[in-house]
C-alpha cells in the first residue's frame, strides 16, 4: 500500500514538472511574435530619428517651434547639405543648438547624422529652388555697420518688427496678434548672429516672415543682411534678465 502511494506521488510529480517546463518554454519563447527592438546606434529611419532628437525644438514637421524651419526649402537651399551635418553633428556653440555626434560628446553616430541632414533635403527641399536668384551666401566674411544696420532695419523690417525692433502689430495680411521685440537681451542671448542671418535670408513661412527678397522694390544684399545682423547683435548685454551686474 505504501509503495503504490509512493509510485502515484512520484509520477504526479513528474506530471506536474513536465507541465511547468512545457509552460514556461512556451511563455518564454517568443521568437517571432514580437519585433525586437533596434539599439539605438542601428536606428536607419529619417523620421524615426528626426522624431526622437529634432522634432523637440524644431517641430513635428519642421516647423511651427521656437527654433529655425528645417522645413524651409530656402534655408535648405542657402544651408546645403554639408552645412547642415556640420551643424547636426558639432552643435552650435554659445548657443541652444547641441551636438549631436558621438565625437562630439553626442549620441548619434556619423552615418546617423548624415541620414538627418540627407532626410532633411530630401523630404522638404526643393533642388535648384534658388539657382538664378542670386542668394546671398550663408556665412558672410563681410564687416557690418551698426548705424547702416538700423538704416537697413527701417527699410525692410520696421514694417513687422517696428522701426526700434522693439515689436509691432502683426501684418493682418500675414498673421496675427503682436510680433515680439527681437532686440530684447534675453532673447538675443539665447541665439547667435548666424541664426538671426539664416532668419533673415530664409524668412519664416511658418510664422508669415519673408525671406530676403521681403516686399521691397529690391532685395536684400548681403552687406544689407551683414549690417542689420550687426545691429541687432549691438542690442546684446553682459547680463541679460538682470538690473545691474553683481559685484562679488
Not at 502515484?8 to 511574435?33: E, H, N
Not at 535670408?201 to 527678397?213: F, H, K, L, S
Amino acid at each position: 500500500m505504501m509503495l503504490a502511494a509512493r509510485r502515484l506521488l512520484g509520477l504526479g510529480a513528474f506530471i506536474l514538472s513536465t507541465a511547468c517546463i512545457t509552460f514556461v518554454g512556451c511563455v518564454g519563447d517568443r521568437s517571432g511574435s514580437e519585433p525586437e527592438v533596434a539599439r539605438p546606434e542601428d536606428i536607419r529611419s529619417f523620421s524615426t530619428l528626426y522624431k526622437t532628437n529634432c522634432s523637440a525644438c524644431h517641430g513635428e514637421n519642421g516647423k511651427n517651434a521656437a527654433a529655425i524651419s528645417l522645413s524651409n526649402p530656402v534655408y535648405l537651399a542657402v544651408a546645403g547639405e554639408d552645412h547642415l551635418r556640420d551643424v547636426i553633428a558639432k552643435g552650435v556653440p554659445n548657443a541652444l543648438m547641441p551636438p549631436f555626434a558621438r565625437s562630439a560628446g553626442g549620441m548619434l553616430t556619423d552615418q546617423q547624422v548624415t541620414i538627418l541632414a540627407q532626410g532633411m533635403i530630401h523630404a522638404w527641399g526643393k533642388p535648384n529652388l534658388l539657382a538664378t536668384q542670386n542668394a546671398p551666401p550663408y556665412s558672410s566674411t563681410l564687416p557690418g555697420d551698426v548705424a547702416r544696420g538700423q538704416q537697413a532695419f527701417a527699410t525692410f523690417c520696421a514694417r513687422c518688427h517696428g522701426p526700434t525692433g522693439e515689436g509691432n502689430m502683426a501684418d493682418a495680411k500675414r498673421t496675427s496678434g503682436k510680433i515680439g521685440s527681437i532686440v530684447d537681451p534675453s532673447y538675443l542671448a539665447l541665439i547667435s548672429d548666424q541664426y538671426l542671418r539664416s532668419n533673415i535670408i530664409a524668412g519664416r513661412p511658418d510664422q508669415g516672415m519673408p525671406d530676403w527678397r521681403s516686399d521691397a522694390a529690391q532685395p536684400m544684399t548681403d552687406q544689407q543682411i551683414t549690417d542689420i545682423v550687426t545691429w541687432l547683435a549691438s542690442k546684446r548685454t553682459a547680463d541679460p534678465g538682470q538690473p545691474y551686474r553683481s559685484h562679488q
